[in-house]
């Protein structure tokens, strides 16, 4: 039986259509697997988080601020708990931080180069280093700014500090986790510029809006007044431009390596 005008285009166009839903459906099922061991990791350090919770919680409570308080009170049968899973919640933020950032690398492997992957893969042990950067900005900068301020406002107004337990370490872990995770925001600008994701060319198209997104969440965990506002978003922005200035020697490379890769394909062709 002849075949009918059309029918070898339409296999092919099926056989492409079934590739294509083989590959997303690859796609899919790694990015799961990646995701999934990220939330291991996370549960396991949340489990290790419980043992070393309360070591934090004794000094936490004894530092000057807690000890300008005079004394912590509960009020719920469930404080007690919720203090423990904060605790344990930043403990294993530092484990999964940098996995993420590796889970990541791992995921689009296969679509780099050779030194792309390497060149990638570099920014992954400083994940670490940059979380632990914010958070000693957050804890011993911003919040005690925050809490001097705060403080300030209630003795002015002739009320008496009587504070819960989770309403404390709640302000202090609102500071400290954002301001911290937005530390790693030029490794997240260099790491997607290695994988040519972003350019240095839209980092600057984006820059008023990441400003404004700044000055909101510097608005956002710090008292309301000005100077703190500012002393929050001034170092953000700077890691933002931080981020681009270091994203332009990344894409300056690239740029490099493919004309040398040109070069050396044409002439490859020429002695063809």
């Given at each position: 039986?002849?075949?009918?005008?059309?029918?070898?285009?339409?296999?092919?166009?099926?056989?492409?259509?079934?590739?294509?839903?083989?590959?997303?459906?690859?796609?899919?099922?790694?990015?799961?697997?990646?995701?999934?061991?990220?939330?291991?990791?996370?549960?396991?350090?949340?489990?290790?988080?419980?043992?070393?919770?309360?070591?934090?919680?004794?000094?936490?409570?004894?530092?000057?601020?807690?000890?300008?308080?005079?004394?912590?009170?509960?009020?719920?049968?469930?404080?007690?708990?919720?203090?423990?899973?904060?605790?344990?919640?930043?403990?294993?933020?530092?484990?999964?931080?940098?996995?993420?950032?590796?889970?990541?690398?791992?995921?689009?492997?296969?679509?780099?180069?050779?030194?792309?992957?390497?060149?990638?893969?570099?920014?992954?042990?400083?994940?670490?280093?940059?979380?632990?950067?914010?958070?000693?900005?957050?804890?011993?900068?911003?919040?005690?700014?925050?809490?001097?301020?705060?403080?300030?406002?209630?003795?002015?107004?002739?009320?008496?500090?009587?504070?819960?337990?989770?309403?404390?370490?709640?302000?202090?872990?609102?500071?400290?986790?954002?301001?911290?995770?937005?530390?790693?925001?030029?490794?997240?600008?260099?790491?997607?510029?290695?994988?040519?994701?972003?350019?240095?060319?839209?980092?600057?198209?984006?820059?008023?809006?990441?400003?404004?997104?700044?000055?909101?969440?510097?608005?956002?965990?710090?008292?309301?007044?000005?100077?703190?506002?500012?002393?929050?978003?001034?170092?953000?922005?700077?890691l933002y431009e931080f981020g681009i200035i270091m994203c332009v020697r990344i894409h300056r490379k690239q740029l490099q390596r493919d004309a040398e890769f040109e070069r050396q394909y044409e002439a490859a062709a020429l002695s063809d």
């Amino acid at each position: 039986m002849a075949s009918r005008p059309g029918d070898g285009a339409s296999r092919q166009h099926k056989l492409l259509s079934e590739e294509g839903l083989m590959s997303l459906i690859e796609h899919l099922g790694e990015l799961r697997k990646r995701i999934f061991i990220v939330l291991l990791v996370l549960i396991a350090g949340l489990a290790l988080g419980l043992f070393f919770a309360k070591p934090m919680y004794e000094y936490l409570t004894n530092t000057e601020q807690a000890r300008e308080i005079g004394g912590f009170h509960t009020f719920s049968l469930w404080d007690g708990i919720g203090i423990y899973m904060k605790f344990a919640f930043i403990i294993a933020l530092i484990f999964v931080v940098p996995l993420a950032f590796y889970q990541l690398w791992a995921f689009v492997k296969p679509a780099l180069r050779p030194h792309e992957q390497k060149a990638a893969l570099r920014y992954v042990p400083y994940a670490l280093l940059m979380l632990l950067l914010g958070i000693s900005f957050s804890y011993f900068i911003v919040f005690p700014m925050a809490f001097s301020f705060t403080s300030e406002i209630s003795r002015s107004l002739g009320l008496e500090e009587t504070y819960g337990i989770v309403q404390y370490l709640t302000f202090l872990v609102n500071i400290v986790v954002p301001i911290s995770l937005l530390f790693e925001m030029p490794l997240l600008l260099m790491f997607l510029t290695a994988i040519r994701i972003l350019t240095p060319a839209g980092l600057r198209k984006m820059r008023r809006v990441a400003y404004f997104v700044m000055v909101c969440i510097g608005v956002t965990v710090t008292p309301p007044d000005v100077v703190s506002d500012i002393l929050v978003a001034i170092p953000l922005i700077l890691l933002y431009e931080f981020g681009i200035i270091m994203c332009v020697r990344i894409h300056r490379k690239q740029l490099q390596r493919d004309a040398e890769f040109e070069r050396q394909y044409e002439a490859a062709a020429l002695s063809d």
